[in-house]
């Protein structure tokens, strides 16, 4: 059974940071799409950030506008793992924050191109 399991999330100052992290278990995700969604009250899930195989030896990130310059994604394949690094943090960065799953190919920044979800975990961004 696949699982993802978010975990860093928290209260934090205007200005402040977070890492969230992301622990897969069931299968690995080597060379696969993974990414990070949001989703804040009465509002739809977003996509916030991800990470693909680009074919050469490495993964490209790619963002959001709003977090560019602000947000890091990265993995470590070793630990089946994948983290957000959110630096400088707004009130309108809070949301759940859900970790995602996909294939290697699929379109990474709709919610339609992604098989596993986590359970999400709240970050909220306030004075």
């Known amino acids: 059974q696949v699982q993802l399991v978010e975990s860093g999330g928290g209260l934090v100052l205007p200005g402040g940071s977070l890492r969230l992290s992301c622990a897969a278990s069931?299968?690995?995700?080597?060379?696969?799409?993974m990414g990070w969604f949001r989703q804040a009250p009465g509002k739809e899930r977003e996509f916030v950030a991800t990470t693909t195989w680009n074919y050469g030896r490495t993964y490209s990130g790619e963002y959001v506008d709003s977090v560019k310059g602000r947000f890091t994604i990265y993995r470590d394949d070793g630990k089946n793992a994948v983290y957000l690094q959110m630096n400088n943090l707004k009130p309108e960065d809070t949301a759940i924050y859900y970790c995602?799953?996909?294939?290697?190919?699929?379109?990474?920044?709709?919610?339609?191109?992604?098989?596993?979800w986590g359970q999400g975990t709240q970050v909220t961004v306030s004075s």
């Open positions: 069931g299968r690995t995700f080597t060379r696969d799409t």
């Open positions: 995602a799953a996909g294939r290697a190919g699929s379109s990474p920044f709709t919610v339609e191109g992604y098989d596993y």
